[in-house]
C-alpha cells in the first residue's frame, strides 16, 4: 500500500488549460504539503495544509489553488496553465507540524506544458 | 536569501571510493532540524537522516555517516566505499521551529558512481 500516492504521474498539456493533480495519504497524518521541483532540481514549498487548515502559502500564483477536503487528501488546480508551470509536483505529508519530523513524499507528479 | 547550501553541484566517482557531500546552513533559530534526503534516477525523495540542533553527535549507519558541526553550520554526509546504487541527487535540508514543517532545501548535490 503506497503511503503516499499523486496522480497523476505523467501530465502532458497545452498552455491556457486547466489541470488538476490529486494527492492522498493513509498514513493518519494530519498535515499535508505540495512542493515544487523546477528543471534544476530545486525544491520549493508550496503550500501546507494541517488538518484542512491552510498554514503556509508561498508566494504562488494565484492560479494555484490547493484544496484539501479531508486532512488525507490534498488536492491541486492550476489554472490558465504557463510554459514555466512545468515541473514535477510532489506531495507530502506529516504527522503534526513537520517541524520535527521527516516527511513522507509522493512519488512526484511530472507536468509538461507544451 | 538560500538558506541552505550545497556548493558541490556534481560529485563523480569510481565505485568503492568515499564521498562527502558538504551542507552548509542559516538560520536564527536556536532550534531546528536537519535532513538528508536521497532522490535517485527514479525520482522519488526518500528520507536519509534527521538531527536536532541540540544533538551534535555524529551518526553513523552503514556506509552512511554524517558530521554535524554547529561551529560552522555544516551538516555534512558521507557515503563510504561507494557503490552504483548511490547514484542519485542528495539533499540537505533545514526546519525551522518557526517555519511549521517547511523544508528549506538546498540545491542538491548530483553524485555518479561508476563502476
Known amino acids: 500500500d503506497t503511503a503516499v500516492s499523486q496522480t497523476p504521474k505523467y501530465l502532458v498539456t497545452q498552455m491556457g488549460n486547466d489541470k488538476s493533480i490529486k494527492c492522498e495519504q493513509n498514513?493518519?497524518?494530519?498535515?499535508m504539503y505540495w512542493y515544487k521541483q523546477d528543471s534544476k532540481k530545486f525544491l520549493k514549498i508550496m503550500f501546507s495544509y494541517n488538518n484542512k487548515e491552510l498554514i503556509i502559502n508561498e508566494t504562488v500564483p494565484n492560479r494555484f489553488s490547493p484544496k484539501s477536503p479531508d486532512k488525507a487528501h490534498l488536492n491541486l488546480h492550476i489554472n490558465s496553465l504557463e510554459l514555466g508551470d512545468s515541473a514535477v509536483y510532489f506531495c507530502?505529508?506529516?504527522?503534526?507540524?513537520?517541524?520535527?519530523?521527516?516527511?513522507?513524499f509522493g512519488e512526484g507528479s511530472r507536468l509538461t506544458v507544451l | 536569501a538560500q538558506k541552505v547550501t550545497q556548493a558541490q553541484t556534481e560529485i563523480s566517482v569510481v565505485e568503492k571510493e568515499d564521498v562527502t557531500l558538504d551542507c552548509v546552513y542559516e538560520?536564527?533559530?536556536?532550534?531546528?532540524?536537519l535532513f538528508w534526503y536521497k532522490q535517485p534516477p527514479s525520482g522519488e525523495l526518500v528520507f536519509l537522516i534527521r538531527?536536532?540542533?541540540?544533538?551534535?553527535q555524529n551518526e553513523i549507519s552503514g556506509r552512511y555517516s554524517w558530521n554535524f558541526q554547529k561551529s560552522t553550520s555544516s551538516f555534512n554526509f558521507t557515503i563510504t566505499a561507494s557503490q552504483v546504487v548511490d547514484s542519485a541527487v542528495y539533499f540537505c535540508?533545514?526546519?525551522?521551529?518557526?517555519?511549521?514543517?517547511?523544508?528549506?532545501f538546498g540545491a542538491g548535490t548530483q553524485v555518479v558512481v561508476t563502476p
Open positions: 507530502a505529508s506529516s504527522q503534526g507540524s513537520g517541524y520535527t519530523g521527516e516527511l513522507f
Open positions: 498514513l493518519g497524518h494530519d498535515t
Open positions: 535540508a533545514l526546519s525551522e521551529e518557526r517555519s511549521w514543517g517547511k523544508l528549506q
Open positions: 538531527r536536532n540542533s541540540f544533538d551534535e
Open positions: 538560520t536564527r533559530d536556536t532550534t531546528y532540524y
